[in-house]
C-alpha cells in the first residue's frame, strides 16, 4: 500500500473531549450493527450516521469516505486482540512452556469471542479495509510479546526463537479464523482451547 493510499484510510482527526470520544464510539458500533444487519457492500457512510444518530457531516469529520471508517473499526478490534495477548505474555515470563501456551491461547480465543459475530464480519471486511496493513502492525506487537515470554522458557539454546513464534502467531491466528467461520458449536470452542495449546506445546518442544 502506497503513503497516499494509506493517508486516505487514516482518520481526519482524534477525538479529544469525551462527548467527541462516545460520537466516534457511536460511528464504530453502528458500523459493525450495520455489517452484522447487512452484506459489506450494502454499507454507507450515509446508513451509519443514521444508525449512530448523527448526521453525515459529523462522520466525514472523523472519517473522510467509507474505507478510512472500515479501517478504523477493523483496527480498533484487532488491537483490542493484540493488547490482550501482550498482558497474557507479559503475565508468565518464566512459567512452564505448558502454562505460557495456555494463557496465550486462551486469551486470543477470549478477544476473538467476546462478539463472535462480530469477528467474522470483520474477517470479511478486511480485505476492502486494508486489512493486510493492520495485520501487520498487530503481528509484529503479537510476535514481540511472545519473544520476550519463551525467552524465559527452558529451551535449548539453539532453539530459534524468532521463527517459533511467527509459526505460533500463524498457526494460532489461521486456526481460530477458521474455528470461527464454521460456526462450530460451543464445545467444539472448548475442544479447541485445549487441542491447539497442546499442538503449541508439542511444536515448541520438538524444534
Known sequence: MTKAALLELEPRKTPQQSRSVATVEAI???TIQVLLKDEPDRLTTVRVAERAGVSVG???QY???KQALLFAVLERHLLGTA??????????????LEVMMDEVVNRFIDA???DRDTSVALYRIAAEAGGNLILERTRKR??????AMLQTANLPASADVNYMVHMIYLTMAGTIRGH???SAPPRMT???REHLAKLLVAYCKAV
Open 28 to 30: 464504530h458500533d453502528a
Open 58 to 60: 459529523t462522520l466525514y
Open 63 to 65: 472519517f473522510p469516505n
Open 83 to 96: 493488547k490482550a495477548l501482550e498482558d497474557a505474555c507479559a503475565a508468565n515470563h518464566f512459567q512452564p
Open 112 to 114: 476473538k469471542l467476546v
Open 142 to 147: 503479537y510476535e514481540t510479546a511472545m519473544t
Open 180 to 182: 470461527l467461520e464454521s
Open 190 to 192: 472448548r475442544k479447541l
